[in-house]
C-alpha cells in the first residue's frame, strides 16, 4: 500500500511557518493574508519615513543618525510567526495563532476556500499554545504574565474576553480540552522557585494535571521525580498520551573555584573586547559601518542555535551536524525524548522515542515530529514519515 493512500492530511509549524500536507501527498504552505498586509504597510511607512534619516544635521554631515536601524536591517529575521495551530469543525479549517511581534492574533484558515479569517488581535497578545472544545468552540490558551509565570485564560469561540483560569506561581501550559464534552483541562504545570526577594530562581519539573472549570479544581495526574512530562492529550478510551523527557535544573549552580579562576585570568581579555564591541557599536550607530567584518556570516549562522521548547533548549547544531554530507536521519532530540501512552488503569506503554511533539485525532491517528520530520504511528507500532521539515515545533492531525 503506497504511503499516500495510508497517511493522514497533516499540518505542522517549521521555523514559524505553517505547512500543510493532503492526503494526497500534496504539500503547500499557509501564509497569512493579514501577516502580508501588515508587512506591507510597514515597509511602505518605512519608504514614507526614509527621508527623515536623511535629513539635519546628520545628513548635512553625510552620517547616518545614531540608532538601531543599522542592525535591524542586518538581522535578516521574520517578523511574523506561527505560535500554535488547532482543528476546526471540519478537515479543512485550522485555526492558528500569529506572532506579529507587538501585536498577536488569532485566525482561522479555510484550506477548500483558500481564505483566511481573522477573528481577533490585540496589543500583547503572545499566547503559546492553543487548544478548541470539540462542541462549543471555547479557546484555551496559554499566556505568559509580566511576573514571569504563564497561566492558562478562556476565550470565547471568537478569541475575545479571555478569562484566566490558573493563576498560581507557575508556568502552566500547553492546555487540552478532553473530549467527552465536558469542561475539563489536561495540561503541564511547572512550579516557580523564589528567593526571599520573592524573584524567581528556578522551575521544577514538569508534571501533568487536570482542571475542572465547574468545580474550580485542579487534580495532579502524573509526576515523576526527574522527569518532564510535557504536551498532555487525552484519548476517548481515557488514555492519556504525552512526552516524557529529562528535566533540566534551571536554577544557578554554586560557581566552583576553578570557574572563579578561569575569570580571574580572562578577566583582561574579556575587558579588550567590550573596548572593541564598543568603538564598533559607534561606527555602525554614527556612519552605518562596521569596524569587525571577519566573521560577520559565520556569527549570524549562529545567532540563535536553540530551539525553545517549554523552558528547555534544543541545540538544533549537534543534529544538523550529524546528519551534515549524509543520507541519515537526524532527529533534533535525543531518544530520551519518549511519547508514553499511560492506561486509564495506570499501564504505560512507550510508543517513539527521539519526539518533540505529537497530535492525536478524535479517531486515533497518532503523529509525532522529532523536529526533522514528521511520521504516522501505524497500530503495528511501525512509524511511517509522511514528511520532511527544517525546525518543526508543533504538528496537527487534520483527519477526523
Given at each position: 500500500?503506497?504511503?499516500?493512500?495510508?497517511?493522514?492530511?497533516?499540518?505542522?509549524?517549521?521555523?514559524?511557518?505553517?505547512?500543510?500536507?493532503?492526503?494526497?501527498?500534496?504539500?503547500?504552505?499557509?501564509?497569512?493574508?493579514?501577516?502580508?498586509?501588515?508587512?506591507?504597510?510597514?515597509?511602505?511607512?518605512?519608504?514614507?519615513?526614509?527621508?527623515?534619516?536623511?535629513?539635519?544635521?546628520?545628513?548635512?554631515?553625510?552620517?547616518?543618525?545614531?540608532?538601531?536601524?543599522?542592525?535591524?536591517?542586518?538581522?535578516?529575521?521574520?517578523?511574523?510567526?506561527?505560535?500554535?495551530?488547532?482543528?476546526?469543525?471540519?478537515?479543512?479549517?485550522?485555526?492558528?495563532?500569529l506572532d506579529l511581534g507587538p501585536v498577536g492574533g488569532l485566525f482561522m484558515y479555510d484550506l477548500k476556500e483558500q481564505e483566511e479569517t481573522r477573528l481577533?488581535?490585540?496589543?500583547?497578545?503572545?499566547?503559546?499554545?492553543?487548544?478548541?472544545?470539540?462542541?462549543?468552540?471555547?479557546?484555551?490558551?496559554?499566556?505568559?504574565?509580566?511576573?514571569?509565570?504563564?497561566?492558562?485564560?478562556?476565550?470565547?469561540?471568537?478569541?475575545?474576553?479571555?478569562?484566566?483560569?490558573?493563576?498560581?506561581?507557575?508556568?502552566?501550559?500547553?492546555?487540552?480540552?478532553?473530549?467527552?464534552?465536558?469542561?475539563?483541562?489536561?495540561?503541564?504545570?511547572?512550579?516557580?522557585?523564589?528567593?526571599?526577594?520573592?524573584?524567581?530562581?528556578?522551575?521544577?519539573?514538569?508534571?501533568?494535571?487536570?482542571l475542572d472549570l465547574d468545580e474550580e479544581k485542579i487534580e495532579s495526574l502524573v509526576e515523576e521525580e526527574g522527569l518532564d512530562l510535557i504536551a498532555p492529550?487525552?484519548?476517548?478510551?481515557?488514555?492519556?498520551?504525552?512526552?516524557?523527557?529529562?528535566?533540566?535544573?534551571?536554577?544557578?549552580?554554586?560557581?566552583?573555584?576553578?570557574?572563579?579562576?578561569?575569570?580571574?585570568?580572562?578577566?583582561?581579555?574579556?575587558?579588550?573586547?567590550?573596548?572593541?564591541?564598543?568603538?564598533?557599536?559607534?561606527?555602525?550607530?554614527?556612519?552605518?559601518?562596521?569596524?569587525?567584518?571577519?566573521?560577520?556570516?559565520?556569527?549570524?549562522?549562529?545567532?540563535?542555535?536553540?530551539?525553545?521548547?517549554?523552558?528547555?533548549?534544543?541545540?538544533?547544531?549537534?543534529?544538523?551536524?550529524?546528519?551534515?554530507?549524509?543520507?541519515?536521519?537526524?532527529?533534533?532530540?535525543?531518544?530520551?525524548?519518549e511519547l508514553v501512552r499511560r492506561a486509564s488503569s495506570g499501564e504505560e506503554t512507550v510508543l517513539a522515542c527521539n519526539v518533540l511533539g505529537f497530535d492525536?485525532?478524535?479517531?486515533?491517528?497518532?503523529?509525532?515530529?522529532?523536529?526533522?520530520?514528521?511520521?504516522?504511528?501505524?497500530?503495528?507500532?511501525?512509524?511511517?514519515?509522511?514528511?520532511?521539515?527544517?525546525?518543526?515545533?508543533?504538528?496537527?492531525?487534520?483527519?477526523?
Open positions: 500500500m503506497s504511503q499516500e493512500s495510508t497517511s493522514p492530511s497533516v499540518a505542522w509549524i517549521a521555523s514559524g511557518r505553517l505547512y500543510v500536507r493532503q492526503a494526497d501527498g500534496t504539500v503547500q504552505e499557509i501564509e497569512s493574508d493579514f501577516a502580508r498586509s501588515s508587512l506591507e504597510r510597514e515597509a511602505k511607512h518605512a519608504q514614507t519615513n526614509a527621508w527623515k534619516g536623511r535629513s539635519g544635521v546628520w545628513g548635512d554631515m553625510g552620517m547616518q543618525p545614531p540608532g538601531v536601524a543599522p542592525w535591524e536591517a542586518q538581522e535578516g529575521r521574520r517578523t511574523i510567526r506561527f505560535m500554535a495551530i488547532a482543528r476546526g469543525d471540519t478537515p479543512n479549517q485550522i485555526y492558528y495563532i481577533m488581535h490585540s496589543q500583547g497578545f503572545i499566547a503559546t499554545d492553543l487548544s478548541r472544545h470539540p462542541e462549543d468552540g471555547r479557546m484555551a490558551v496559554a499566556l505568559p504574565r509580566e511576573d514571569g509565570t504563564v497561566g492558562l485564560s478562556v476565550t470565547r469561540s471568537d478569541g475575545l474576553f479571555p478569562q484566566a483560569i490558573s493563576m498560581s506561581d507557575s508556568w502552566d501550559e500547553a492546555p487540552c480540552w478532553l473530549r467527552d464534552g465536558s469542561p475539563r483541562i489536561v495540561f503541564q504545570s511547572s512550579a516557580v522557585g523564589r528567593n526571599e526577594n520573592g524573584f524567581a530562581v528556578g522551575k521544577s519539573s514538569y508534571r501533568i494535571e487536570q492529550k487525552v484519548t476517548d478510551d481515557g488514555s492519556l498520551l504525552y512526552v516524557r523527557r529529562p528535566y533540566q535544573i534551571s536554577h544557578a549552580r554554586k560557581q566552583s573555584m576553578w570557574e572563579t579562576l578561569k575569570d580571574v585570568v580572562l578577566f583582561p581579555f574579556r575587558l579588550l573586547r567590550m573596548f572593541v564591541y564598543f568603538f564598533n557599536f559607534m561606527s555602525m550607530a554614527f556612519t552605518g559601518k562596521p569596524l569587525m567584518r571577519a566573521g560577520a556570516p559565520e556569527q549570524d549562522a549562529k545567532r540563535s542555535p536553540f530551539l525553545m521548547l517549554y523552558g528547555q533548549a534544543v541545540d538544533t547544531r549537534l543534529a544538523m551536524k550529524k546528519g551534515a554530507g549524509t543520507d541519515a536521519h537526524a532527529p533534533l532530540v535525543p531518544k530520551e525524548w492525536v485525532s478524535p479517531g486515533g491517528t497518532v503523529i509525532y515530529t522529532d523536529g526533522s520530520a514528521v511520521f504516522h504511528l501505524q497500530r503495528t507500532d511501525e512509524a511511517l514519515k509522511v514528511a520532511d521539515g527544517d525546525l518543526i515545533e508543533r504538528v496537527l492531525v487534520l483527519d477526523p
